[in-house]
Structure formats: C-alpha cells, structure tokens
C-alpha cells in the first residue's frame, strides 16, 4: 500500500486580482509535502469545482479578498454537492470580515484563515482534517 500525499487546490474565485497570500499558502502546503494544485487568478465557481473533481483533491482552499465570499464561497460548496463531492474538504482565507465567519461556517466552509494567520496553522489543520490518504 502506498501512502499519498494530500491533494489540496488552491483557488481565486470570482474577479478578485491579488494572488500573494494565495501564493504564500500554496508554497508553504508544497513546502510541508502536500500536492498543491493552483488555478491562478479570476476562475468562476464552476471552474474551481471542475478542477477540484478532476484532480481528485481532498480540499479546496479558496482565498478572496474582494468582498464577494458570502456568495462564491458558498456557491463552490454548492456545486461540489451537486457533483457529488462534497467529501471534499472547503477552508478559505483572505480580507474577510470576522462576523462573516459564521455564516460560511454554516454554510460548509470548514474554517476560515484571516490575514496574519500562521502558515503553520493552514497546514496542520490540513494535516488534522485530510489526513494522508491510502491509495494502494
């Protein structure tokens, strides 16, 4: 049996432009041994659940900073149920107003990372969540 690594794709939904923080995340997963997939800038929900399900991640970390993640991060929740794959873990991160945590907490998004958030903490609620999988 071969242990993989955990599959994570990183994702900047709707026209938000500012991908360093997106960035930052994604290096420091790869850095920590995850398989990290990114799918650059302005991709609509549809385009993120598409790759989420085609790459068989086991999370999707979703990072806005334009004001829009009360409606796209539920969204790709949404979409993600319709296709069957709402297995498939949901965080996000960015400029998001704390009393707006809540909500997409409830909504599904499993936890929500703020600017200033360690990338240690990404990763081992990651490591917490997924675990690594056994594909073999």
């Known amino acids: 049996m071969s242990e993989k690594k ?3 794709l990183i994702a ?3 026209l938000d432009g500012h991908d360093r923080g997106a960035k930052v ?6 850095d920590a041994g995850f398989e990290v997939i990114y799918t650059g800038l302005r991709q609509t929900p549809e385009q993120i659940v598409e ?3 085609s790459e068989d991640v086991d999370a999707v970390g979703l990072s806005l900073l334009s ?6 991060f539920p969204r790709v929740i949404e979409l993600l149920k319709e ?13 998001i107003p704390e009393d707006d945590i809540p909500e997409l907490k409830k909504a ?12 240690a903490e990404t990763v081992k609620f990651l490591q917490d969540h997924c675990g690594a999988r056994d594909d073999g």
């Open 67 to 72: 004001g829009a993640h009360n409606y796209l």
């Open 83 to 95: 296709q069957e794959a709402d297995g498939i873990l949901v965080f996000g991160g960015g400029v």
């Open 12 to 14: 900047k939904p709707g």
């Open 25 to 30: 995340v994604a290096r420091a997963l790869r």
């Open 6 to 8: 955990i599959r994570v």
């Open 108 to 119: 599904g998004v499993s936890e929500v990372f703020t600017p200033g958030t360690p990338t």
């Open 51 to 53: 790759a989420a399900v």
